[in-house]
């Protein structure tokens, strides 16, 4: 007898009644009596409005990225100004600057003031000298060209010659601590410009005053450790990451008056055992780059470093966080089948490589902004 793949159970009884509403919904007749209703119509406008928006994304982003490329929000910093004023800072002509500038008070990034003046939104504000974010809508460029053709990226995966696979080369190089200091500038950049808020939330939520030596793994140019320095003076510092991010973590943290308690080695977290000595260990945004046996790899190599009794802290965007399902389910998927390798991940799949890396327990610590930042800590 051949053998069949096992048949999916049939639906449950509210899956049957949830399909011939979707059903029903889907009539042009429906669509039409909803959006007259009265207490109908609030939902299908709600629900037009939020398809439209996803329709609409595309050039949404592209907006944002227009003004922030004409330095509008800088611009805009001190005082409102006229269409004139800002066609003439952002040479453009008087049309096209009223075309932009609308776009943006749609979206709240500008708001329109008396006499023809515009001004800072409510969305553009927090823009203002954030260099992090600013940096990361420049840095989209290369992810807007990947994802031009979603269907062919999902067909060839990590087979793609992507722009993002190129700039982050580190994360699938055979040979990663042998890559040209100069590729390693513009993304060990990108990586310190966007890494602060990060920092807050782990800081604002866990106590690292207990410790005494932090070894941060994957730790770039030393953005983290710097900011866990200045906050706790008493800590002794470690760093461990390819030769050429080392060395400018060992500048920046000189740079910081952090040089006489700080130690940088450069290497390959895959390949060569982590530094020992520290009693507390950090991957901040470092295991969504790689693919499950590289993060089960690097695991257990962090839990050889750590003493009995060790503190293991991990931070980055997960998947299925609440409030923030899009980030992992829809953003750092796409961007990661992009980039070429790694992805986002649910907290039950850490929980569950930490036990097999032997770590004795973890557990999840709460953030302010779970859209960026997940935090689990996990005992040695």
């Not at 800072?120 to 260099?131: H, Q």
């Not at 590729?183 to 990060?198: C, K």
């Not at 999840?364 to 779970?370: K, M, V």
């Given at each position: 007898m051949p053998a069949?793949?096992?048949t999916a159970p049939a639906p449950a009884w509210f899956e049957r009644i949830r399909d011939r509403w979707n059903a029903l919904v889907a009539t042009d007749a429906f669509q039409r009596w909803s959006a007259r209703f009265p207490l109908t119509?609030?939902?299908?406008?709600?629900?037009?409005?939020?398809?439209f928006d996803i329709v609409s994304g595309f050039v949404y982003t592209q907006t944002l990225l227009a003004c922030v490329e004409l330095e509008l929000f800088e611009y805009l910093a001190g005082s409102a100004r006229t269409v004139d004023e800002i066609a003439a800072h952002a040479s453009l002509t008087r049309a096209n600057t009223e075309r932009l500038l609308n776009a943006a008070v749609s979206l709240r990034l500008m708001v329109r003031?008396?006499?023809?003046?515009?001004?800072?939104?409510?969305?553009?504000?927090?823009?203002?000298?954030?260099?992090?974010?600013?940096?990361?809508?420049?840095h989209h460029r290369m992810a807007y060209h990947d994802l031009h053709d979603p269907v062919a990226l999902l067909r060839q995966g990590a087979e793609s010659q992507t722009e993002l696979s190129q700039y982050w080369s580190y994360?699938?190089?055979?040979?990663?601590?042998?890559?040209?200091?100069?590729?390693?500038?513009?993304?060990?950049?990108?990586?310190?410009?966007?890494?602060?808020?990060?920092?807050?939330?782990v800081l604002d939520a866990y106590d690292f005053s207990k410790h005494r030596c932090l070894l941060d793994v994957?730790?770039?140019?030393?953005?983290?450790?710097?900011?866990?320095?200045?906050?706790?003076?008493?800590?002794?510092?470690?760093?461990?990451?390819?030769?050429?991010?080392?060395?400018?973590?060992?500048?920046?943290?000189?740079?910081?008056?952090?040089?006489?308690?700080?130690?940088?080695?450069?290497?390959?977290?895959?390949?060569?055992?982590l530094p020992t000595g520290a009693d507390v260990c950090s991957l901040v945004?470092?295991?969504?780059?790689?693919?499950?046996?590289?993060?089960?790899?690097?695991?257990?190599?962090?839990?050889?470093?750590?003493?009995?009794?060790?503190?293991?802290?991990?931070?980055?965007?997960?998947?299925?966080?609440?409030?923030?399902?899009?980030v992992g389910d829809a953003y750092f998927s796409f961007y990661l089948m992009a980039m070429g390798k790694g992805?986002?991940?649910?907290?039950?799949?850490?929980?569950?490589?930490?036990?097999?890396?032997?770590?004795?327990?973890?557990?999840?610590?709460?953030?302010?902004?779970?859209?960026?930042?997940?935090?689990?800590?996990a005992d040695a």
């Open positions: 069949f793949p096992p119509r609030p939902i299908t406008m709600r629900r037009s409005r939020a398809l003031r008396r006499h023809g003046r515009y001004a800072i939104g409510p969305l553009g504000a927090p823009l203002v000298g954030n260099t992090g974010v600013l940096a990361l809508v420049r994360a699938d190089a055979q040979r990663p601590q042998a890559i040209d200091p100069t590729r390693v500038a513009a993304y060990s950049e990108i990586m310190a410009a966007t890494l602060p808020p990060v920092a807050a939330e994957g730790g770039g140019e030393g953005a983290f450790l710097s900011l866990v320095g200045a906050r706790h003076q008493h800590l002794q510092l470690r760093l461990f990451d390819l030769p050429a991010v080392a060395e400018r973590a060992t500048a920046r943290l000189a740079h910081a008056g952090m040089g006489a308690r700080a130690q940088c080695a450069g290497g390959n977290f895959h390949a060569e055992p945004r470092v295991l969504l780059d790689h693919d499950d046996a590289s993060v089960l790899n690097l695991l257990k190599r962090v839990r050889a470093a750590l003493p009995p009794g060790g503190v293991l802290v991990i931070a980055e965007a997960m998947a299925g966080a609440r409030g923030a399902e899009t992805r986002a991940r649910r907290a039950s799949e850490l929980h569950q490589m930490l036990k097999t890396a032997g770590f004795r327990r973890s557990r999840e610590i709460a953030t302010r902004f779970p859209i960026q930042t997940g935090l689990i800590i």
